[in-house]
């Protein structure tokens, strides 16, 4: 069965080490700040601090948008997420259907500074429906094989 679910963490250096717990091969980030976004990446910045953001992958999505707490995680996944990160789940059953996505071609002019991602990406989107009510609360970003 599918998970959503969040977590608080108080610190960039706590949200980089969870994204390294859930990295996988393949995995991309996209970031945002208030004046652009970094389009996206195949490698996580060594100094990144984007108030808000994204590290995807086959499996999963993590969200992250800063507070004044820290920062709040949404974990959109697959399967159940590791016990020891304690993410507090949203609903209870969640049901997923993937779909294709398509990127923007490279000159698009909605973005001035040019909307970059690595060639032969192969995107997709992971809808998550709640299976009591049907709606679909939530749209990730995955990778296609």
């Known amino acids: 069965m599918s998970f959503v ?5 108080s610190s960039l250096e ?5 994204l390294t717990d859930y990295y996988q091969e393949r995995s991309y980030y996209f970031l945002r700040w208030t004046h652009q976004v970094s389009g996206i990446l195949a490698d ?3 100094e990144f601090s984007s108030p808000e953001g994204e590290m995807f992958n086959i499996e999963l999505e993590l969200r992250w948008k800063q507070n ?11 399967t159940q997420p590791k016990t020891e990160l304690e993410f507090t789940p949203i609903g209870k059953n969640w049901k ?3 779909r294709n996505a398509y990127l923007y071609d490279l000159d698009e ?5 040019r909307f970059i991602y690595p060639e032969k990406l192969s995107l997709g989107q992971r809808y998550f429906q709640d299976t009591e009510t049907s709606t679909i609360h939530f749209v990730a970003l995955t990778i296609k094989t």
């Open 68 to 78: 004044n707490g820290g920062y709040q995680v949404l974990l959109l996944s697959q």
């Open 44 to 46: 996580l910045p060594p």
């Open 5 to 9: 679910g969040y977590k608080q963490v």
């Open 109 to 113: 002019t909605k973005f001035p500074k």
């Open 14 to 18: 706590e949200l980089r080490n969870l």
């Open 96 to 98: 997923t259907c993937d």
